[in-house]
């Protein structure tokens, strides 16, 4: 199996059908957040993190796990020899950009679902102000921003308009862009 059609599978299993906690399920908000990233026209390799950023809650769940601590790494670790740095890591970060975002953005926070602040407990809370410039020196810090800003959006309760194989040329050209097999 390749390892496009083993993440087909992943993002189409039982585990990524699952309920949220937005009365959406994780691949439906994926997809959503994808096609955000389209329409903002933000480039393959965030269109590519959009969609594939909590794929970790399905992997957490496969493998027998509950909840979804962690999720980011998880997801990050199995990206990044195919698809390299600028997908992987801004799905590293995107859990820390809310911690950041909700300690420097005063509006940010108000704007957050239920569900997302109730994480945001359980993640640690706001970032201290150390923190936050830390989070800034970090490479694809503002990849990282952009991406939390599309997983906030990409909630509508409407279907998605897009499946996972319609962006299969563009997951190509990203493993293709430096060797990557
Ligand atoms: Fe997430
Ligand atoms: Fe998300």
Not at 106 to 112: E, V
């Amino acid at each position: 199996m390749t390892p496009l059609t083993a993440l087909q599978e992943l993002f189409e299993s039982e585990a990524m059908g699952r309920d949220y906690g937005e009365r959406i399920s994780i691949r439906a908000h994926m997809l959503q957040c994808a096609e955000l990233a389209m329409a903002q026209g933000m480039g393959d390799a965030l269109a590519a993190a959009a969609l594939l950023h909590d794929i970790g809650w399905g992997l957490i769940a496969m493998q027998g796990g509950e909840g979804t601590e962690g999720h980011q790494h998880i997801a990050a670790d199995l990206l990044r020899p195919l698809f390299g740095p600028a997908v992987a890591e801004p799905i590293r970060l995107h859990v820390a950009a809310k911690r950041y975002l909700v300690a420097t953005r005063p509006d940010y926070g108000a704007r957050l679902s239920e569900c997302s602040r109730e994480t945001l407990a359980v993640q640690g809370g706001p970032f201290s102000p150390d923190e936050c410039a830390a989070f800034e020196a970090r490479d694809h810090f503002r990849a990282a921003v952009a991406l939390r800003y599309l997983d906030d959006t990409g909630k509508a309760l409407a279907e998605p308009t897009s499946r996972f194989t319609d962006y299969l040329p563009l997951l190509r050209r990203l493993m293709q862009s430096d060797g990557r097999v």
